[in-house]
């Protein structure tokens, strides 16, 4: 089973993008998921989560702009990012908790995904 993040590019201020977060691969479903992002000279922050339970966390920064929602197909998760700023350029990374029937738990990372927004 692999992790698969894309939908990054390059996006004016203002404009939106969506990000997903697979797991391909032996039927695994995500349990729950955390997107993380790392912008040059600076260290990863998480920016959004949502729990087994379907409870959603965000970052100050990205609240109210910013949607983190499962998939119905179980194994994608997704995050909206709405009017998007410049300082929300960074290489945003999905890391998940994956699960299934007769399936060993296991928490993997996906490659990161860069966002860039230009004013």
């Known amino acids: 089973v692999q992790l698969q993040a894309s939908g990054g590019g390059l996006v004016l201020a203002g404009g939106s993008l969506r990000l997903s977060c697979t797991a391909s691969?032996?039927?695994?479903?995500?349990?729950?998921a955390d997107w993380y992002r790392q912008a040059p000279g600076k260290q990863r922050e998480l920016v959004a989560g949502?729990?087994?339970?379907?409870?959603?966390t965000y970052a100050d920064s990205v609240k109210g702009r910013f949607t983190i929602s499962r998939g119905n197909a179980k194994n994608t998760v997704y995050l909206q990012m709405n009017r998007l700023k410049p300082e929300d350029t960074a290489v945003y990374y999905c890391?998940?908790?994956?699960?299934?029937?007769?399936?060993?738990?296991?928490?993997?990372w996906g490659r990161g995904t860069l966002v860039t927004v230009s004013s």
């Open positions: 890391n998940a908790n994956l699960g299934g029937p007769g399936r060993l738990p296991k928490n993997l």
């Open positions: 691969g032996s039927r695994y479903n995500v349990n729950s």
């Open positions: 949502v729990s087994s339970g379907g409870s959603t």
